[in-house]
């Protein structure tokens, strides 16, 4: 695109949040000639899209493929990364289930030579009996994948690992999660198209492989916060936001605290990236009670990363293998080593051991030596690294990984959009957290650029809400669509509504 020269009347912008969708917005003013200050309130850059780097060993913190239906958002990756910065990688996830791999999406002739013709059998007369008598409530994700598995089959490949993930049982999950996650599927579906291929129901099949910087998706966003400073756009780390001021139906400043000292910077536009109940919470005046409520019924899942060094002769090829089994407390382990020959070293590889948790729960504030030996003896459960075998251990927590929805995230979301259309519509909110959506990368970059082209004055006004709705999974690919990059994510139980007290807390959070 060809920049235009600032105009005397076009206000600076406040950018909200460093990572993908932050970073883009303000590449995206910043190369129209916008005046543009990012706050961030972590010591880097990328938020979960992160390269995480300790000894020389690089980590991806929940794993990024690269892959988009997003003509727009694949031109950026490539504009701010040459094409020598790339690499091409296989797809390959697996599901690790009583010491034996098996192929994820699940495929009949695998399952059936895993679990040996005993155990199949079994499984197929499960499925006969859900037939006959199915589950009376399948509004839950447990009744509805039972219906279309049979138990045995959801008991062993469906609930342990969702239960780690949510860290609530199935059965107070919601439906609609598996209906988008596992849809077009059934076991009499995958035996038929396995059998018959093509002449069965349509099965909807997952990329093959994708692009990935060799140094870890940290390296795109290192590289754009590199771009916007040479473009005159002041990045601040350590500097999160406390107060954004408003006055008349329009922003006025935006106060950081830098240093231990509060700066403010006078902006006419935002675009957050923050929290969503957060970006509420600094809103100053503040808004409505209502609207304080909604932001504080908000909730998150949270993460870490146990990175244990291991001899090469214990990596595997997968991305990740999901590990469906009760025993132990990991969900995923990563090969970062299988992401990128860059971010290991000769002769060994970093194996990543993947815990969901909640934020001051017990695994969040167990020491990093205790979390380290508990990684330890996960992989000696699944045989996959011997005790003792491991060397060093590095752990990283990342708070806030994934907005939690519950039966009354949708009403709350509307209420904190709705008073923001009609009060503040210079504020934007943007990406994962920021909307509190289920975003990939891509989605999260598509809303700001939508957002910075709101702030230019492009017309018609872009809707930011209208991304990633639609109903294909993002990694999907489908011979007779191929447009679409909506992602789900499940509907959880509801925790006790937020009493008055906990409304001014928002507040205080939010700083």
Not at 153 to 170: I, P
Not at 251 to 260: D, E, L, M, P, Y
Not at 322 to 328: E, I, Q, R
Request: net charge neutral; with cysteine.
């Amino acid at each position: 695109m060809v920049r235009r020269s600032r105009s005397e009347d076009e206000g600076r912008v406040g950018v909200v949040g460093a990572g993908p969708a932050g970073l883009t917005a303000a590449y995206e003013l910043a190369r129209y000639g916008r005046e543009v200050e990012v706050f961030e309130a972590d010591d880097t850059v990328g938020g979960i899209s992160r390269t995480v780097e300790r000894d020389g060993w690089r980590f991806d913190i929940g794993g990024h493929r690269f892959f988009t239906k997003v003509p727009e958002v694949e031109a950026l990756w490539h504009e701010l990364l040459s094409d020598e910065d790339f690499l091409r990688r296989p797809r390959m996830s697996r599901i690790f289930y009583r010491g034996k791999l098996f192929d994820y999406p699940l495929k009949p002739a695998n399952a059936l030579r895993n679990l040996g013709v005993l155990e199949a059998a079994r499984c197929m007369a499960s499925y006969a009996w859900v037939r006959v008598k199915p589950p009376a409530d399948q509004s839950t994700f447990e009744g509805w994948v039972a219906a279309r598995f049979g138990w045995r089959l959801y008991r062993m490949f469906f609930k342990t690992y969702t239960e780690k993930v949510w860290g609530v049982d199935a059965t107070a999950i919601q439906a609609d999660w598996a209906a988008q996650r596992i849809k077009n599927l059934s076991l009499l579906g995958a035996v038929r198209n396995a059998l018959l291929p093509g002449r069965g129901e349509h099965i909807t099949s997952l990329i093959e492989e994708f692009q990935y910087p060799k140094l870890g998706p940290g390296m795109m966003w290192e590289r754009a916060r590199d771009r916007v400073a040479e473009m005159g756009v002041p990045v601040h780390l350590k500097a999160p936001v406390v107060r954004i001021e408003h006055a008349g139906g329009r922003v006025q400043a935006v106060v950081s605290r830098q240093r231990g000292i509060e700066r403010r910077t006078p902006v006419e536009h935002v675009i957050s990236s923050m929290p969503l109940g957060h970006l509420v919470g600094a809103l100053s005046p503040a808004p409505p009670e209502e609207v304080l409520r909604a932001a504080g019924d908000l909730r998150h899942r949270d993460f870490l990363t146990v990175a244990l060094v291991v001899p090469e002769r214990f990596a595997f090829p997968d991305n990740w293998i999901y590990l469906h089994d009760p025993g132990v407390r990991a969900g995923r382990v990563q090969n970062f080593g299988s992401w990128s020959p860059y971010l290991v070293k000769d002769g060994h590889t970093c194996l990543g051991l993947e815990y969901f948790v909640d934020e001051g729960g017990e695994l969040w504030t167990a020491s990093d030596e205790a979390l380290v030996e508990l990684a330890e003896r996960d992989l000696a459960h699944l045989g996959l690294v011997p005790e003792g075998a491991a060397g060093t251990g590095y752990v990283v927590r990342m708070p806030k990984a994934y907005p939690v929805y519950d039966a009354r995230y949708q009403a709350n979301v509307a209420v904190i959009r709705c008073w923001l259309e009609a009060n503040l519509p210079d504020v934007q909110p943007v990406g994962r957290n920021g909307m509190h959506r289920y975003n990939n990368t891509d989605h999260s970059m598509m809303t700001a650029l939508l957002a910075a082209r709101n702030v230019l004055g492009a017309a018609p006004v872009h809707d930011v809400w209208a991304v990633n709705v639609e109903d294909d999974y993002h990694e999907e690919v489908r011979d007779d669509q191929v447009r679409g990059t909506g992602r789900a994510a499940p509907v959880l139980p509801l925790p006790l509504p937020v009493p008055l007290s906990v409304v001014g807390a928002v507040q205080e959070g939010a700083a």
